[in-house]
């Protein structure tokens, strides 16, 4: 009896162990850690970008980017680079956590991320904080920055790429009236239907000219409301940013619904998922985005395609080249401090003027935001298609 009581014993206990280290596993966020063993000749580098949810596919072709980066720059001051890759999961909530982690338990020395302004954001204030600089590669809403002097970035903003995009409106396609439909759930689609608007009121002389707009969330799938309000308002064109599933679906059930109106979008557009499940709907549309390989810019423009056409036998998209930028613009300023001390990586940062990136020149301004053009690009036989460059505005 009393053996039979004391297996008893510890067949519970070890099932009380088991279960405390699956909670463990299932709570636990996935790490993966690339080159380098941690040890002290090792810079560690985080990056936490959405691999799973619905922003995976921006967040996978950026990482493609940094990874590039990393395997063609591996070293700086003599000692191994090493990423530290977490998935934010496309989850405010996750990226937060994400950041935090890269700082108080990988002791990452400077953090690349997020594809997805928002995701960005929520990342702030444990930069902030902790002091730990970070480089955004495509989040684009002014926000990002703002009041944050350890957050740092590659690509224009939210501001100019609105401006540019009222202007194509303007002056190419000679719209006088604009709708907007936005997805409400998201900082980057809200802001940036603000600048468009702004500034397309600003170009028509019209406080009217925007006759009205439609708003989603992120994940809808049936947009039939949204776009039967937008064919009563008979708007010259259609200023639609937002998440590349989301705007697909609209354009393809525009298309459906016998809605020929222009429609436009931003830099979240430059998927190759917006061309596979927009189809031949999506012929023909326009957005802003940040590169095109049919214009290389500088001499990195050039190692970065080689580099890249050999690695992944294909063309790079625009935020893939902003990857690659963060990367080496990092590695950058760690060899001008000759330190890999956050702080003083931070203010390298703060310096960087004219470098020389693959998505073109940059120059910091007082923000840490990129003073750069923007490219504008078209859906053409199932490919994007360089239409022309716009430089910022002085």
Same mark, same amino acid.
């Given at each position: 009896?009393?053996?039979?009581?004391?297996?008893?014993?510890?067949?519970?206990?070890?099932?009380?162990?088991?279960?405390?280290?699956?909670?463990?596993?299932?709570?636990?966020?996935?790490?993966?850690?690339?080159?380098?063993?941690? $040890?002290?000749?090792? @810079?560690?580098?985080?990056?936490?970008?959405?691999?799973?949810?619905?922003?995976?596919?921006?967040?996978?072709?950026?990482?493609?980017?940094?990874?590039?980066?990393?395997?063609?720059?591996?070293?700086?001051? $003599?000692?191994?680079?090493?990423?530290?890759?977490?998935?934010?999961?496309?989850?405010?909530?996750?990226?937060?956590?994400?950041?935090?982690?890269?700082?108080?338990?990988?002791?990452?020395?400077?953090? @690349?991320?997020?594809? $997805?302004?928002?995701?960005?954001?929520?990342?702030?204030?444990?930069?902030?904080?902790?002091?730990?600089?970070?480089?955004?590669?495509?989040?684009?809403?002014?926000?990002?920055?703002?009041?944050?002097?350890?957050?740092?970035?590659?690509?224009? @903003?939210?501001?100019?790429?609105?401006?540019?995009?009222?202007?194509?409106?303007?002056?190419?396609?000679?719209?006088?009236?604009?709708?907007?439909?936005?997805?409400?759930?998201?900082?980057?689609?809200?802001?940036?239907?603000?600048?468009?608007?702004?500034?397309?009121?600003?170009?028509?002389?019209?406080?009217?000219?925007?006759?009205?707009?439609?708003?989603?969330?992120?994940?809808?799938?049936?947009?039939?409301?949204?776009?039967?309000?937008?064919?009563?308002?008979?708007?010259?064109?259609?200023?639609?940013?937002?998440?590349?599933?989301?705007?697909?679906?609209?354009?393809?059930?525009?298309?459906?619904?016998?809605?020929?109106?222009? =429609?436009?979008? $931003?830099?979240?557009?430059?998927?190759?998922?917006?061309?596979?499940?927009?189809?031949?709907?999506?012929?023909?549309?326009?957005?802003?985005?940040?590169? +095109?390989?049919?214009?290389?810019?500088?001499?990195?423009?050039?190692?970065?395609?080689?580099?890249?056409?050999?690695?992944?036998?294909?063309?790079?998209?625009?935020?893939?080249?902003?990857?690659?930028?963060?990367?080496?613009?990092?590695?950058?300023?760690?060899?001008?401090?000759?330190?890999?001390?956050?702080?003083?990586?931070?203010?390298?940062?703060?310096?960087?003027?004219?470098?020389?990136?693959?998505?073109?020149?940059? +120059? =910091?301004?007082?923000?840490?935001?990129?003073?750069?053009?923007?490219?504008?690009?078209?859906?053409?036989?199932?490919?994007?298609?360089?239409?022309?460059?716009?430089?910022?505005?002085?």
């Amino acid at each position: 009896m009393y053996k039979f009581g004391k297996k008893i014993g510890i067949l519970l206990i070890a099932v009380l162990i088991l279960g405390t280290f699956l909670s463990g596993c299932v709570q636990k966020q996935e790490t993966v850690k690339e080159d380098g063993d941690g $040890g002290e000749d090792v @810079i560690k580098i985080g990056v936490f970008e959405p691999l799973t949810g619905p922003n995976a596919a921006g967040g996978a072709i950026e990482l493609e980017g940094v990874k590039l980066a990393n395997k063609m720059y591996p070293e700086v001051l $003599g000692k191994k680079v090493e990423l530290v890759i977490v998935d934010n999961k496309s989850d405010k909530v996750e990226a937060a956590n994400a950041a935090a982690r890269l700082i108080e338990k990988e002791k990452v020395s400077a953090i @690349i991320g997020s594809w $997805g302004s928002s995701l960005s954001m929520a990342a702030g204030d444990a930069v902030k904080t902790s002091q730990v600089p970070a480089i955004g590669a495509s989040c684009t809403n002014p926000l990002v920055t703002k009041s944050n002097d350890y957050y740092f970035r590659v690509c224009f @903003i939210d501001p100019f790429q609105g401006t540019v995009m009222a202007n194509y409106a303007y002056n190419n396609l000679g719209a006088k009236k604009a709708a907007i439909i936005q997805e409400i759930s998201s900082d980057y689609s809200v802001g940036l239907s603000k600048f468009f608007t702004d500034a397309f009121k600003e170009l028509t002389g019209d406080e009217n000219a925007i006759v009205g707009s439609a708003s989603y969330n992120t994940g809808d799938q049936d947009f039939t409301a949204q776009l039967n309000v937008i064919k009563e308002l008979k708007p010259d064109v259609v200023f639609a940013p937002g998440n590349f599933i989301e705007s697909a679906l609209i354009v393809k059930q525009a298309k459906q619904q016998g809605i020929d109106i222009p =429609l436009l979008g $931003g830099d979240t557009w430059e998927t190759p998922e917006f061309i596979e499940i927009g189809g031949d709907a999506v012929e023909g549309i326009v957005m802003s985005t940040f590169f +095109t390989s049919e214009k290389p810019i500088t001499p990195m423009s050039d190692e970065f395609l080689k580099a890249y056409r050999e690695e992944y036998k294909k063309e790079p998209a625009s935020v893939t080249a902003l990857g690659f930028d963060a990367y080496i613009m990092l590695l950058d300023a760690i060899k001008r401090t000759n330190s890999s001390e956050p702080k003083d990586i931070r203010d390298a940062l703060a310096q960087t003027k004219e470098f020389q990136g693959a998505a073109g020149v940059i +120059t =910091l301004d007082n923000n840490g935001d990129a003073v750069k053009s923007a490219v504008i690009k078209v859906v053409e036989d199932g490919k994007f298609k360089y239409l022309d460059t716009v430089e910022p505005i002085k």
